[in-house]
């Protein structure tokens, strides 16, 4: 599966973006899809997570409130909808695709086995 990011830009806090990601085949629908995100000299953080069914989402608690994950498998399209982002949001943000995880391990990044390419979001103060 490859997975393409993209919707990060440059946004004042208190703004708004949305990511997406986009798988290249018609196989989504069959995998976990997370969001993790890094910053520089630091590891990568987890997100957000949908299951493949979209009924159960978990969220990092720094963003619980403010973000939005969601899918449309007939789109083959996962969505990340920020709301009244901060600048410590501010890092690159990579989907991420793998088996139906336990809720133990879905915020783990090694679990996850399909990754984008990272899109960067730079929220400025």
């Known amino acids: 599966v490859q997975l393409q990011a993209s919707g990060g830009g440059l946004v004042q806090a208190g703004g708004s973006l949305r990511l997406s990601c986009a798988a290249s085949?018609?196989?989504?629908?069959?995998?976990?899809v997370g969001w993790f995100r890094q910053i520089p000299g630091n590891e990568r953080e987890f997100v957000a997570a949908?299951?493949?069914?979209?009924?159960?989402?978990h969220y990092t608690t720094s963003v619980k409130g403010r973000f939005t994950i969601s899918r449309d498998n007939a789109k083959n399209t996962v969505w990340l909808q920020m709301n009244s982002l901060k600048p410590e949001d501010t890092a690159v943000y990579y989907c991420?695709?793998?088996?139906?995880?336990?809720?133990?391990?879905?915020?783990?990044?090694?679990?996850?086995?399909?990754w984008g390419q990272g899109t960067q979001v730079t929220v400025s103060s």
């Open positions: 949908i299951r493949r069914n979209g009924g159960s989402t």
């Open positions: 991420a695709a793998g088996p139906n995880l336990i809720l133990s391990s879905i915020g783990s990044a090694l679990r996850y086995d399909y």
């Open positions: 085949r018609n196989t989504i629908s069959s995998y976990t």
